[in-house]
């Protein structure tokens, strides 16, 4: 008699969700406002004015722009608000601040897209290993809307687990 193989993980009725599936696409360009100041400290109005106006604005074509200063001047919000209208008839999309905080952004942007109710009932696996930077605020804040619509959640992979949330029966 011959044993057969089974596949316990296929069979278990697990949803594993891939947070990696939520990455943003794209290039990401940088500027950088600190190339703009005044001797590394001030924004001069007229300057930065002039320099956005003379910038080759067409190298963000198609691409995510982060708009930050990599030094601790305070810069005015009007600032930003000038670089958004001269990248936005190129940039695909526009952030004011560093990579990481844009990857936390977009990613509260897409998980605010899934419908929980999706998931009621169900015995959710988050998939833990991934090749791309997903930000520990994308587990935490897929755990937050899961949660009160799942019977369990665990992190990992199917086949190894750390139990996360179980619904009280």
């Not at 940088?30 to 007229?46: A, R, T």
């Not at 106006?53 to 810069?75: F, G």
């Amino acid at each position: 008699m011959e044993d057969l193989l089974v596949n316990r993980v296929a069979s278990s009725g697990l949803v594993t969700i891939n947070l990696e599936d939520f990455f943003p696409k794209g290039e990401i360009a940088h500027f950088d406002l600190v190339d703009y100041l005044f001797m590394g400290l001030i924004l001069k109005e007229k300057d930065f004015r002039e320099a956005l106006k003379n910038h080759d604005w067409t190298q963000y074509q198609d691409k995510v722009l982060l708009v930050y200063c990599s030094n601790d001047s305070i810069i005015p919000v009007w600032a930003y608000m000038l670089v958004a209208t001269y990248a936005e008839p190129f940039a695909k999309d526009i952030f004011q601040g560093d990579q990481d905080n844009y990857y936390k952004a977009a990613f509260n942007r897409a998980l605010g897209q899934i419908d929980p109710a999706k998931y009621a009932d169900q015995r959710v696996v988050i998939k833990g290993c991934s090749d791309q930077p997903v930000p520990p605020s994308a587990y935490l804040e897929l755990t937050r809307l899961l949660k009160p619509q799942v019977l369990s959640i665990m992190y990992g992979e199917p086949c190894s687990t750390v139990p996360i949330y179980k619904r009280k029966a």
